[in-house]
């Protein structure tokens, strides 16, 4: 009985990860906006906004999480970068290249790579990642969004996408526009 209920949760489970949308509603646009932490920096004068995680799972079962992170001076320039967080199991895929629409990216570069609870069956690994992204770059895709390719040395590769109405709303909150 108790093997028919974990099947159940198991299946519904997989079910829910397989039904990952690329797609926000329009509505979404102002729930990024609000769940856009901003920190200010009262020493500096400095501001840091960070956007709610997207979170996915590909077909080779590596979770990914990222989201927009920003930073901007006392004087009013911003600084943008995708952080990219993605866990995976068995052994290492040690990612090193990012193609951003199509074209590789000079800013791909790793924060940290950590190997987490060891089982059986293998270990949990997780790599946490960041591309420079322009002021600019962001304000083109506003209309359609953009795709990130992350490969590893392993041969693996992760396709994300960072919707429309994610980057407006971001942008909405970094600009202060209500």
Sequence with gaps: MYRIIFLLVVSIGLSACKSNDKVVGSWE???VYRSTIVTPNTVTGEKTYVGP??????????????SLRSEETKQGLKSYELLVHLTYFSQWRY??????????????????????????????FKELLS???????????VGNGFQVSISSKA????????????????????DGKN
């Design 29 to 31: 646009v102002n729930d």
């Design 155 to 174: 041969g693996m590769k992760s396709d994300l996408y960072v919707p429309p109405e994610y980057i407006k709303g971001y942008l909405k909150a970094v």
């Design 53 to 66: 995680a997207i979170n996915t799972m590909d077909a080779a079962n590596t979770y990914e999480m990222y």
């Design 95 to 124: 990612y090193d290249s990012a193609t951003l629409e199509n074209t590789p990216s000079s800013s791909f570069k790793v924060i940290s790579r950590e190997a987490g609870v060891c089982e059986e069956k293998g270990c949990i």
């Design 131 to 141: 591309i420079k992204l322009t002021d600019a770059f962001l304000k083109d895709h």
